[in-house]
């Protein structure tokens, strides 16, 4: 093998605790004072000096290990072959290989590896005549003779191992010959130190079950106590459980049914875990039919994973499938008027479709994250006002956490609770000063009106001419004692508005006006 031109060296990473970060560091600084071209392939984000000590750095954020044992082969492929073809367009024609497990005692160990006549050098590992982990290889001959699977599906039609698949590559192509194995990892490593595995992944088990809607989750290992997990959808990024301060008790299955449980089944790509440990995430994959598969908009999604279960709103709103009984085109909506927007979602339909949407929102909280998400974006506009009969400041009322969808103008919420509602004072304007101030369009081509009881004030408030603006109109109604929600359809009709009411939820009566909660649709005759 030729040795008067760089060779490269790949070290593949994915986070599993601080104690392997600093492993991977020292690797980096021992490597990176060789005269080596240093590429460094992490499924885990990495601070900038780690990446500048590298001459290649790359993140892929997908991980695409799930519940099947041996996954992880697929991921550790995807990043050899990108390693691989960067390599080549830099003109460099071999490379050694090792995962961030490997503590390097003595670089002059590797040397051994580079053996003449020889293509592929690695060493057996179990009953395999090859090793995956760690090697030195000619580029083009690796590119040339080996499978990189795309889908654990595609691994798995060969054999659920790498190091067997790629046995099998060399042996249907009849190059064995070009390859060379040390007798086991020990000779191979020398000095060098082998399978410091920081974490065992089958430590944790996780399942779902869809007959009962649960989630499964079992301890392996030792007690883990107060710890904090949450469960997202694989598609979206977005939240479908949480559970901040819990014990995971040893050899014990624990199961866990999401809040709205019923719109699980609207996931399209599989779930993940993570457990938060102090210095560790552990991340487990189940369901994934395609790990390339995401939302358009799940980076932006990704921006709130801390935050509450979300889901279920999303999903509602998603497909529109929320207001299948009132059958607008959407293709139809040039502008979108989101009243009680709380964390977007029920915009997300009409983001996707690049139209211009305001979102009205007055909890702080909510707005912070509307602002994370969305603030640098020209056809979108946050307008953090409460929608009153009065412009000017008002007293407003929370909720923490998941219980923001009811922050409203009231001490008890919509559905009737004033536990943990906390005072303050917000901006408020009237939805005239809405309309005619904050609003480009002449005409609103479908407003959102959600203000948790406050939707009573808002069309005592609203003139007939601003009315008159708007072609069509979602308003959800509170607290409809009495039939009040037929004040919000008198002034609808009297202002040449047609109609439809829908039930809030399946478990509503079928006599819409006489529920406490409904939703009503109309649009402009």
Not at 100 to 122: A, L, T
Request: aromatic content about 16%; hydrophobic content about 35%; overall charge negative.
């Amino acid at each position: 093998m030729k040795t008067d031109t760089k060779i490269g060296f790949i070290i593949t990473y994915f986070h599993t605790s601080d104690e392997g970060l600093n492993l991977l560091i020292e690797n980096l600084k021992t490597i990176s004072r060789e005269n080596y071209y240093l590429v460094l392939a992490s499924h885990s984000p990495l601070d900038k000096n780690i990446q500048e000590m590298c001459d290649f750095y790359f993140y892929q954020q997908k991980n695409i290990v799930d519940d099947r044992k041996y996954s992880h082969g697929v991921a550790e492929s995807n990043l050899i072959e990108i390693c691989l073809k960067h390599l080549k367009d830099q003109s460099i024609n071999y490379t050694y290989k090792i995962t961030y497990d490997v503590e390097i005692v003595d670089v002059n160990e590797f040397k051994k590896w580079n053996i003449d006549g020889y293509q592929f050098v690695s060493c057996n590992w179990g009953t395999n005549i090859i090793c995956t982990n760690s090697f030195f290889t000619n580029i083009d001959f690796l590119l040339t003779n080996i499978t990189f699977f795309r889908s654990i599906e595609e691994m798995f039609l060969v054999n659920t191992v790498l190091e067997n698949c790629w046995e099998a590559n060399f042996r249907n192509n009849n190059v064995l010959d070009k390859i060379y194995s040390f007798s086991d990892k020990y000779e191979f490593y020398g000095q060098n130190k082998i399978d410091l595995c920081f974490y065992n992944y089958n430590k944790i088990d996780f399942w779902y079950s869809p007959e009962e809607t649960k989630f499964f989750i079992m301890n392996n290992s030792e007690d883990m106590n107060n710890v904090h997990f949450r469960i997202f959808d694989y598609y979206t990024d977005i939240c479908i459980y949480l559970n901040r301060d819990f014990d995971l008790k040893q050899n014990l299955i624990f199961w866990f049914i999401p809040p709205f449980s019923l719109n699980i089944n609207k996931s399209v790509n599989g779930f993940y875990l993570e457990i938060y440990l102090e210095n560790q995430v552990i991340r487990k994959n189940i369901l994934i039919k395609d790990f390339d598969l995401k939302h358009p908009l799940s980076n932006k999604f990704k921006l709130i994973k801390d935050t509450e279960v979300k889901f279920n709103e999303f999903s509602d709103f998603n497909d529109m499938s929320i207001y299948d009984l009132f059958s607008f085109n959407i293709d139809e909506i040039n502008n979108y008027v989101d009243i009680g927007a709380n964390y977007g979602m029920s915009s997300i339909s009409f983001i996707e479709r690049d139209i211009k949407t305001y979102m009205i929102e007055a909890d702080q909280s909510n707005v912070d994250i509307l602002n994370r998400m969305w603030s640098k974006n020209s056809k979108i506009r946050i307008i953090d006002k409460a929608i009153s009969s009065v412009d000017g400041e008002i007293v407003f009322y929370t909720s923490p956490g998941i219980g923001s969808v009811v922050s409203s103008l009231y001490h008890t919420d919509a559905n009737g609770n004033d536990m943990e509602r906390k005072e303050v004072r917000v901006q408020s304007i009237t939805p005239n000063k809405l309309i005619e101030e904050f609003i480009d369009e002449s005409e609103i081509d479908l407003m959102k009106v959600d203000i948790e009881g406050a939707e009573y004030d808002f069309f005592e408030t609203i003139t007939n001419e601003n009315l008159k603006k708007i072609k069509r109109i979602i308003i959800e109604y509170h607290n409809n004692d009495n039939y009040r929600a037929m004040s919000i359809l008198e002034k609808l009709t009297y202002c040449g508005f047609k109609f439809k009411l829908s039930k809030w939820s399946h478990n509503c009566g079928n006599y819409i006006i006489e529920n406490k909660m409904g939703v009503i649709y109309a649009e402009k005759i």
